[in-house]
T-cell receptor
């Protein structure tokens, strides 16, 4: 069974600071996804990472994938309050099925 | 595109009643997923369909839960009888088959149905 672990589970950071969320998975996979969920809202797709060494950036968020280490990171640069949300990574395996991580609840403090 | 549509958005019912949640996937998508989200258990996959056929229902909690997909544009998740522990947000998501390599396989989530069973 594929397992996906995120850390930290909770993250409180000050505006302007940098931080990284980690996503480890247990079995070789060909695709990794990052999602964002605002409180009381649905999940919104942020990034799709398809190959080893893939890096995607959108605004203050940058995601990378190391398939050999089975690790993806979501790096936050100069955090702002609007980034407060829960971030999920998900790995696809055997086709369409996703395995989601536990989520990282990020709070950016002014 | 209207995205994934779910109804109702909120449902409050009494224990023992039947509850039916509905989902319309994005047109052209051929995979559909039902998830349940709670604070205690996080996001759980209940069942997923590919080309209207249930592929994996191992996440369905028990016989009180059933799901159908009679056609490519409609799916239901039914709970009968409902219990207070079923209270959660239920999400439906759809995607294009990743075996078609040109597609990224992202799942697009609906707004969710918040179910409260009293």
């Amino acid at each position: 069974e594929l397992k996906v672990e995120q850390n930290p589970l909770f993250l409180s950071m000050q505006e302007g600071k940098n931080y990284t969320i980690y996503c480890n998975y247990s079995t070789t996979s060909d695709r990794l996804y990052w999602y964002r969920q605002d409180p009381g809202k649905s999940l919104e797709s942020l990034f799709v990472l398809l190959s080893n060494g893939a890096v995607k950036q959108e605004g203050r968020l940058m995601a990378s994938l190391d398939t050999k280490a089975r690790l993806s990171t979501l790096h936050i640069t100069a955090a702002v309050h609007d980034l407060s949300a829960t971030y999920f990574c998900a790995v696809s395996y055997t086709g369409n099925q996703f395995y989601f991580g536990t989520g990282t609840s990020l709070t950016v403090i002014p | 595109d209207a995205g994934v549509i779910q109804s109702p958005r909120h449902e409050v019912t009494e224990m023992g009643q039947e509850v039916t949640l509905r989902c319309k996937p994005i047109s052209g998508h051929n995979s559909l997923f039902w998830y349940r989200q709670t604070m205690m258990r996080g996001l759980e996959l209940l069942i997923y369909f590919n080309n209207n056929v249930p592929i994996d229902d191992s996440g369905m909690p028990e016989d009180r839960f059933s799901a159908k997909m009679p056609n490519a544009s409609f799916s239901t998740l039914k709970i009968q009888p409902s219990e207070p522990r079923d209270s959660a947000v239920y999400f439906c998501a759809s995607s294009l088959d990743t075996l078609r390599l040109q597609y990224l396989g992202e799942q697009y989530f609906g707004p969710g149905t918040r179910l409260t069973v009293t």
